[in-house]
């Protein structure tokens, strides 16, 4: 029988250690068994490959970042990466934030501005698919400040389908009315939009968020180039046959 004392003082000591594995950076839903894994657990069991290519993407220069990315690009190709390639997954969400989320910065100055490295991530990100790789395409959406990158961020949410629970047309909604509304118009980030539209009403077979409809209209109204207004109107002729 455990003592009262004890018992307490099991329970602190799993409180203590909860709040240990949180500050190391366990990952959520990063599991074997009932076991949840560290970040370095989770890479200790990985390739020989993506431990390299984790070295890379860790180094301060952009160049190294890029090769990494090359290289995970060539992964994907030769269908070494899934969905479940937690540990690449991981890789791309850091490179996801380079200079967003991850600020290196001398003298003040922002030293790791790489919106090239971000862009590239996002791309790989649609390729490798995922609830993971949704969540972070729709933080790169709303939290990028470069619209090349926001641009492909939303157009790899078009190439997944978007999401089950529609969160993903909400914020392609939500970042597009503030495009549509501003001076801040970009041609290349309207076709984005609308190829991802257009995607994930045929993965839901039309029955995507009002929002959307909306969007394709404003495109159709603004000053925008006249290709761009053509495809806006022709994504809503065809959704009209759905």
């Given at each position: 029988?455990?003592?009262q004392g004890e018992g307490i003082l099991m329970k602190l000591k799993g409180i203590a250690l909860i709040i240990l594995?949180?500050?190391?950076?366990?990952?959520?839903?990063?599991?074997?068994?009932?076991?949840?894994?560290?970040?370095?657990?989770?890479?200790?069991?990985?390739?020989?490959?993506?431990?390299?290519?984790?070295?890379?993407?860790?180094?301060?220069?952009?160049?190294?970042?890029?090769?990494?990315?090359?290289?995970?690009?060539?992964?994907?190709d030769e269908n070494k990466v899934t969905e479940g390639s937690v540990d690449v997954i991981f890789i791309l969400e850091?490179?996801?934030?380079?200079?967003?989320?991850?600020?290196?910065?001398i003298n003040r100055a922002l030293a790791n501005d790489y919106s090239e490295v971000r862009r590239k991530s996002a791309?790989?990100?649609?390729?490798?698919?995922?609830?993971?790789?949704?969540?972070?395409?729709?933080?790169?959406?709303?939290?990028?400040?470069?619209?090349?990158?926001?641009?492909?961020?939303?157009?790899?949410?078009?190439?997944?389908?978007?999401?089950?629970?529609?969160?993903?047309?909400?914020?392609?909604?939500?970042?597009?009315?503030?495009?549509?509304?501003?001076?801040?118009?970009?041609?290349?980030?309207?076709?984005?939009?609308?190829?991802?539209?257009?995607?994930?009403?045929?993965?839901?077979?039309?029955?995507?968020?009002?929002?959307?409809?909306?969007?394709?209209?404003?495109?159709?109204?603004?000053?925008?180039?006249?290709?761009?207004?053509?495809?806006?109107?022709?994504?809503?002729?065809?959704?009209?046959?759905?």
């Amino acid at each position: 029988m455990v003592k009262q004392g004890e018992g307490i003082l099991m329970k602190l000591k799993g409180i203590a250690l909860i709040i240990l594995l949180a500050l190391s950076g366990m990952p959520l839903g990063a599991q074997t068994g009932n076991q949840e894994l560290t970040v370095e657990d989770i890479y200790l069991n990985s390739t020989v490959e993506v431990q390299i290519v984790r070295a890379l993407a860790q180094e301060s220069s952009r160049k190294d970042k890029e090769r990494a990315l090359n290289i995970l690009s060539r992964m994907i190709d030769e269908n070494k990466v899934t969905e479940g390639s937690v540990d690449v997954i991981f890789i791309l969400e850091e490179l996801s934030g380079e200079g967003v989320a991850k600020e290196v910065r001398i003298n003040r100055a922002l030293a790791n501005d790489y919106s090239e490295v971000r862009r590239k991530s996002a791309e790989l990100l649609g390729q490798v698919g995922g609830k993971r790789a949704v969540e972070t395409l729709i933080t790169m959406t709303l939290k990028d400040p470069e619209p090349t990158v926001v641009a492909e961020a939303i157009y790899s949410l078009g190439l997944l389908g978007g999401d089950d629970t529609g969160e993903a047309e909400k914020v392609i909604a939500h970042v597009m009315r503030i495009y549509n509304m501003t001076t801040r118009i970009d041609n290349n980030l309207a076709f984005a939009a609308i190829s991802a539209i257009e995607k994930i009403g045929k993965t839901k077979s039309g029955r995507i968020r009002p929002e959307l409809f909306s969007i394709l209209t404003q495109i159709q109204n603004s000053n925008y180039i006249r290709a761009v207004k053509k495809k806006a109107e022709r994504v809503l002729d065809e959704m009209r046959t759905y």
